[in-house]
């Protein structure tokens, strides 16, 4: 009492603000005391022995607040508040005792002054007054307000610090209330849930930070782990729920949800969670991982086995079940003795004692023949085996990998008796290999060919060729061999020592498991001499013995053969009888030899005089017959192709004999017989020859005559046309008429020179008609050339007129012609003789023509084109021609066939070709001129499709040049 008495002021008024000063300083320093004691309930609640939170799955998030440091200076800050409330609380008591003695206006001053205290100003200095002793309660107060500042940086400094603990880890951490709002969200919350912290402190997190169970179940209020902790106050946690973020998506979380109190009472939570998403997928894969290689095992071809350190079997794959006979589920567990043959089980403890000395990890492979296992049915097998030891958390797992050899040992057997038998054959033995490239023989293929393995090695075995067989007999064996595995047949080869051998050989095919090819096997036997006495009894059935020519029996066949092909390709065939006139006369002054010669030297005649597919028999006496085949597939074209043939052959049998020492004269009659598959038979064909042959003989002999009567109508027309034509030329019966070619404009430039041919008796003659005899006579050649000399006479003479010497003169060559090896130095002639520019003059070749040999076709072309001729490509459309040779044929124009023009306003088919033709001729550069243009409505579509110029009854028939140069005037 004395001591406050002594530090309180004497003047009562003075002290009356004392009394004033305590009452109203001491609520606001009671609120400061709660205020620090409250957080310093926080802080230890927020650090659970003084290590944070820790999950019980695994993970875990360790977080030291530094409670010592953080706690004891608001222990001290707590413990000075109390002591100021206490005194306070006593100078107030004190005041109000001695309160009238004392009031004055440095109580009234110092009660200001705590009453700013009171508002929470920390850095106010209380000012020295009277009395004496409120200068030393102002002096003491602030002292105190010096150290509570002191307190109060201390404290938010480990505040600071506690947040950025908090903040610094990637666990999310949510403070809750205990209405289960927000106040409180770390850094990787905020990141991982893609809110802000406004958008979430003081928010219901149920309602905007959504939870769903492990099974996708929304949790409604209050069944929430977090939010059950809240109500019963004790630790939740939960793994692989999921939590939604901002946008709708949502991840899958490990998390703790712990109470948070303060003076024994719960004041709020912590909720701690963490991203599996990738542990998760770690997990996933690891499990895909595992079932892959459990996957490998199941699926491998051999049996894979592990064993403990005890020796008991571990894993058993499925072909260790097929291998063993045990199911997996029976035999795991078991001691692997159990399927190893007894007598092999102290070898099978050698290895395990000899991987413990090597080491950790060893490997070993069985030799073949070396291990045997043990069947479930009691049976022993070979097998090759590896076997492996590794070391997995200190314990031995030892794996082995067998592979069962039963079969190979088999096979083994079976090739080594394969290999004895195959040394010891009497037959011999040819292997190559996928490259039909020899790698052995046996000790009977040298001794039938007389090759050595050596000589022969690494060689084809077509160097046994004895050129006997055509290219169609090997491809027709390597297709049998391709296609069915196996050929067999006759084959004649050559030995070694030059000489020709006949085999009977068989080939077939061996292949690997995968069926690709390993080897070829060959396997023959000589029969040569049986060849030799089969081929003399074939000779003497199937051929003459007088001539070598095939006789009546064979020739049945071959007229059978040629029956056939007929069928198949639409080509008609022909059998010509020939009958030598008076051969019974040349017998009988002669004597038989002479006539054998006679019957000898005719077989050689007719065999040099028909193609190698033809076939020439003798039917006996003095009758061959010849049968055609690949003929026209018209028939009256293979009727004057027939003729053509007899023709020859009679030409060839009339020229004279050297028959020893007289020189004979012979004649032949010839019967001829045109069919078409199988619609007569041979016997109807040979008595329809015979019956021919018996007419030509009538009409006098030394002719030939055709059982159709049609037929031989034919044949006589074309023989009189034959006849006319060679004499035509030099009675000029020939001339050349010109058709107009015109432009789009209708203006003329040039014509094309028609070949015209008027004889005395048969009158005006069609082109198509004497054309075709000229060409197969070759009378083309003489008259080819006689109307290129006479179009370039015509163009000298137009190009002497300024009317019409820009005019062009087309002149159509033939493929007889053309093919000549004289013809470009005919037109070489033919240009120099006229004196007329080259470029006047243009040559029009049919397609069919020139891509008969397209490389020759061009040479000539291109000569020509060096002396300045322009070529035109006729008929073009009509044939089979190649749009790649045609690029490189020298061209300078395409004509379009009139049989397209015809149609061309009634056919789509027509139309749509000759638009195309337009087209490609102006990709390739060509200019394009259109035939047989007869209508105005033909004239418009070719020139609305970009044709170039016309010739045709619409501008022009074709007339003498006497008549066209007067049109033209």
Not at 349 to 376: D, K
Not at 575 to 597: I, P, V
Not at 747 to 761: D, K, N, Q, V, Y
């Amino acid at each position: 009492m004395k001591i406050l008495q002594a530090i309180l002021p004497k003047s009562l008024k003075t002290r009356l603000m004392m009394v004033i000063l305590a009452a109203t300083l001491l609520p606001a320093l009671m609120v400061g005391w709660v205020a620090v004691d409250a957080v310093s309930r926080i802080i230890q609640q927020n650090n659970i022995n003084d290590v944070g939170l820790v999950a019980d799955n695994g993970g875990c998030l360790l977080v030291d607040f530094g409670q010592k440091e953080v706690c004891t200076p608001l222990a001290k800050l707590k413990f000075q508040v109390a002591m100021l409330v206490l005194l306070v609380g006593v100078l107030g008591v004190f005041a109000a005792i001695i309160l009238g003695r004392q009031f004055g206006r440095q109580l009234r001053r110092l009660g200001d002054s705590l009453s700013k205290i009171a508002d929470g100003s920390k850095h106010l200095n209380i000012g020295a007054g009277e009395p004496q002793e409120i200068t030393a309660l102002a002096v003491a107060f602030n002292g105190m307000l010096e150290r509570l500042n002191h307190s109060y940086a201390q404290l938010s400094e480990s505040e600071q610090r506690s947040r950025l603990l908090l903040e610094s880890v990637n666990n999310g951490i949510l403070g809750l209330d205990r209405q289960g709002r927000l106040n409180f969200i770390n850094s990787a919350a905020v990141r991982m849930l893609g809110y802000t912290s406004e958008e979430l402190i003081g928010k219901d997190m149920q309602a905007t930070v959504h939870h769903s169970a492990p099974d996708g179940r929304t949790y409604l209020k209050g069944s929430c782990p977090m939010d059950v902790t809240l109500t019963d106050g004790l630790p939740h946690s939960g793994l692989d729920e999921v939590l939604w973020r901002k946008d709708g998506s949502s991840f899958p979380v490990e998390y703790g949800a712990y109470p948070l109190c303060e003076s024994g009472a719960q004041i709020g939570a912590v909720v701690v969670f963490q991203d599996i998403t990738e542990r998760k997928q770690a997990k996933r894969q690891a499990q895909q991982d595992r079932d892959k290689l459990s996957g490998l095992v199941d699926s491998a071809m051999d049996a894979i086995i592990s064993m403990d350190e005890q020796q008991n079997i571990t894993l058993f794959n499925r072909a260790a079940e097929q291998v063993f006979g045990y199911r997996a589920a029976d035999i795991i567990g078991q001691p692997v003795e159990k399927i190893i043959p007894l007598r092999f089980r102290a070898e099978h403890g050698q290895h395990v004692a000899e991987f413990g000395r090597m080491g950790v990890t060893a490997r070993s492979m069985n030799v073949r023949g070396l291990a045997s296992g043990l069947r479930a049915n009691g049976e022993e097998f070979p097998f090759e085996a590896s076997i492996s030891q590794v070391e997995v958390a200190g314990k031995k797992i030892y794996t082995a990998i067998l592979r069962d050899i039963t079969q190979r040992r088999r096979d083994e057997e079976a090739l080594q008796l394969a290999a004895s038998v195959y040394q010891s054959s009497h037959e011999g033995v040819l292997v190559t290999d996928e490259n039909n490239l020899i790698v052995d023989t046996n000790a009977a293929f040298t001794e039938l060919t007389g090759f050595t393995l050596d000589e022969v090695r690494g060689k084809n075995p077509r160097m046994f060729q004895s050129g006997k067989h055509d290219t169609d007999f090997y491809r027709e064996m390597w297709q049998s061999i391709d296609e069915k595995g196996h050929w067999q047949g006759e084959v004649w080869d050559r030995r070694k020592d030059g000489k020709l051998h006949a085999k009977l050989l068989n080939i077939c095919v061996l292949r690997h498991p995968d069926g690709s090819l390993f080897r070829y096997v060959g396997q023959f036997s000589d029969i040569t001499e049986k060849k030799r006495k089969e081929e003399l009894i074939w000779t003497q059935a199937n051929y003459d013995d007088l001539t070598g020519l095939p006789n009546r029996r064979l020739l049945s066949d071959r007229l059978h053969h040629a029956m056939t092909a007929s069928i198949r390709s639409g080509q008609h065939g022909a059998l010509l009888l020939f009958d030598l006139d008076q051969f019974k006369q040349l017998n009988d002054t002669q004597g038989h030899g002479t006539g054998d010669q006679l019957l000898i030297e005719v077989a050689r005649r007719l065999k040099a005089s028909v193609r190698a597919e033809d076939t020439v028999a003798r039917m006996g006496g003095d009758e061959f017959l010849v049968v055609l085949s690949e003929l026209s597939h018209d028939q009256n074209e293979a009727a004057v192709q027939a003729e053509q043939v007899a023709e020859k052959i009679r030409n060839e049998l009339c020229l004279p004999y050297a028959l020893g020492t007289i020189v004979h004269h012979a004649s032949s009659s010839a019967g001829l017989v045109i069919f078409l598959g199988n619609l007569r038979s041979e016997e109807e064909l040979f008595a329809h020859a015979d019956i021919a042959m018996y007419q030509a003989k009538a009409q006098g002999r030394n002719t030939s005559c055709f059982y159709d009567a049609s037929m031989q109508a034919v044949l006589e027309k074309h023989s009189q046309l034959e006849k006319a034509l060679r004499g035509a030329l030099s009675r000029e019966e020939f001339t050349l008429y010109y058709q107009l070619q015109v432009d789009t404009a209708g203006s003329p430039i040039g014509a094309e020179a028609l070949l015209r041919w008027t004889h005395p008796e048969l009158g005006s003659v069609s082109p198509a008609q004497f054309i075709p005899v000229a060409e197969e006579t070759g009378l083309i050649l003489p008259i080819g050339l006689w109307v290129l000399e006479t179009a370039c006479a015509q163009l000298a003479c137009w190009q002497a007129d300024p009317r019409f010497n820009r005019l062009i003169i087309a002149v159509n060559v033939s493929a007889r012609q053309f093919r000549e090896a004289a013809f470009v130095s005919q037109v070489r002639n033919a240009l120099n003789n006229s004196g007329i520019r080259p470029e006047v003059l243009k040559l029009e070749l049919t397609e069919s023509l020139v891509l008969d040999n397209v490389e020759n076709s061009i040479s000539k072309m291109r000569e020509l084109k060096a002396l300045g001729i322009k070529f035109s490509m006729d008929d073009f459309g009509t044939g089979y021609s190649s749009l790649s040779y045609l690029s490189r044929l020298p061209m300078d124009q395409l004509k379009i066939d009139q049989s397209f023009v015809r149609n061309i306003t009634t056919d789509p088919n027509d139309a749509a070709i000759v638009q195309t033709i337009i087209a490609m001729a102006k990709g390739l550069g060509l200019h394009v001129i259109a035939e047989g243009v007869e209508t105005e409505q033909q004239r418009e579509f070719l020139e609305l499709r970009g044709c170039q110029a016309y010739q045709g009854y619409f501008y022009a028939k074709p007339m003498p040049i006497k008549d066209l140069e007067l049109k033209l005037s």
